[in-house]
């Protein structure tokens, strides 16, 4: 499932957007809601979360959602992702039926929409059966109309099929749903979820990073990648050492890595390698678990807008953050420029003039003269670059080369004026 954040800028000046695919984990969430610019403003800024895509049920986004929380909604995908094939069949007939019959016109609530996720494999399912006539069929094989049971079998030929389906269809509640028939009259409402408590809770995350860790394949014993278990980083150094030990390794840095999972989404299994960089990874997971939000924003943006590939440039990075500036609620370039003009504009002067401006090319060029660039948390400066300071509008080169000339000119005028 797809949900997109709409967040209001903080200045009244239009909207973020940020895209979720769900279920995710709680870092993704927080990384969306921290490209969305929703952070520190949760409680002030108009926020909106709209289904854009729901493969396993397509009816949804046209059904308006009361007020839904992304944890809701998370929770509702990852119980989609456990129903089998039948229930999500079933679900999504339920769903249109009372759809048509307009139990939703004035909204569905968040309430009701997981606790259909419940009590769905109680309901039968025929299959290859997609009409009254083709019903009324399966009804008189299986001898399941009990005024048909006892006809002669020279004369079921001569019942009337899709009126047998048709009587059936009514005494089931039934639905027909993509060459399926649906016995909706089986489902039970169920009420596991009570609008506050989630019935399966999750343990919050509290890992930067998680690794796979097993012995290295020629280590010589019989242990296989179904024996390596998962660790959370940061971790200390004794601990790391225990996992070396119980996988037959001399330290951490010798096991191999089997699987690889990230808090951080520009540090990927490829930036990390091999186990020799374990030192590397660890120290950015201890600082970035212990750095205040504004500065994991900053990395990130740093990380992604800056193309920084390799692990220890990823360290570099995060232990010199502070030679770097963010303009966080900066969504482009031409918004930069904006911003940029909003910051040495006398105080008197209304800002709201510089709303609508759009030069795309000055700005592009303003942000390539100071060497930053666009991320998805904002522009951010060169390394000890600032982002506000003032800018002349001719390039260094530009200002060096009218000096040569004019010192050419004045040479060349004295040349004359002794000849």
């Given amino acids: ?55 396993e049920l397509p009816e949804l986004i046209d059904i308006r959602l009361d007020s839904p929380t992304v944890e809701e909604l998370n929770f509702f995908a990852g119980r989609l992702d456990q129903l089998s094939q039948d229930e999500r069949l079933v679900l999504n007939a339920i769903v249109h039926s009372r759809n048509e019959a307009g139990q939703y016109e004035n909204g569905l609530s968040m309430k ?33 109309f009990e005024d048909v049971v006892g006809v002669p079998s020279d004369a079921l030929p001569l019942l009337d099929t899709a009126k047998i389906g048709e009587m059936q269809k009514e005494m089931d509640s039934g639905i027909f ?26 343990e919050p995350d509290s890992f930067v990073f998680r690794l796979k860790i097993g012995e290295y394949p020629t280590g010589g014993t019989a242990e296989t990648e179904a024996d390596a278990e998962w660790i959370e ?23 191999v890595c089997y699987g690889f999972e990230s808090a951080i989404p520009q540090i990927t299994d ?21 750095a205040p939000e504004m500065e994991q924003i900053k990395y990130k ?22 030679r770097y500036e963010l303009a966080y609620y900066c969504d482009d370039e031409n918004d930069y420029f904006r911003e940029f003009l909003r910051h040495h504009l006398d105080a008197g002067v209304d800002s709201r003039w510089l709303d609508n401006i759009n030069m795309p090319r000055e700005a592009n060029d303003m942000v390539q003269r100071i060497g930053a660039v666009y991320s998805d948390y904002g522009v951010v400066s060169a390394r000890d670059g600032h982002l506000f300071a003032p800018i002349p509008y001719d390039e260094p080169e530009d200002e060096m ?10 040479q060349n005028e004295g040349m004359e004026m002794k000849l």
Avoid at 7 to 30: D, M, N, S, W
Avoid at 45 to 54: K, P, Q, R, S
Avoid at 234 to 240: G, N, Q
Avoid at 401 to 410: I, K, L, M, T
């Fill in 1 to 55: 499932m797809l949900i997109e954040y709409s967040v209001e800028h903080p200045a009244g000046r239009g909207y973020f957007y940020a895209e979720l695919e769900l279920p995710a984990t709680q870092a993704q969430i927080r990384d969306t809601q921290q490209k969305a610019r929703i952070i520190g403003r949760e409680d002030s800024a108009y926020c909106e979360i709209e289904i854009t895509n729901c493969p």
């Fill in 112 to 144: 009701e929409l997981i606790n259909l996720t419940y009590g769905l494999d109680g309901v039968m399912i025929a299959s290859n059966v997609g009409n009254v006539r083709q019903l009324g069929q399966f009804v008189i094989e299986n001898d399941l």
């Fill in 177 to 202: 749903w993509q060459g399926h028939y649906i016995v909706a009259g089986d489902y039970v409402s169920q009420e596991v979820y009570d609008g506050v408590n989630f019935p399966e809770a999750e």
């Fill in 233 to 255: 980083l940061p971790m200390d150094a004794d601990a790391a050492q225990a996992v070396a030990q119980r996988h037959h390794e001399p330290s951490i840095s010798s096991c």
């Fill in 270 to 290: 490829e930036m990390f390698g091999s186990m020799r960089d374990f030192e590397k990874l660890n120290r950015i997971a201890a600082w970035y678990q212990t």
């Fill in 301 to 322: 943006a740093v990380l992604e807008g800056h193309e920084i590939g390799t692990l220890s440039k990823a360290l570099t990075a995060a232990l010199e953050l502070n």
């Fill in 401 to 410: 080369e009218n000096e040569e000339s004019e010192q050419e000119g004045d």
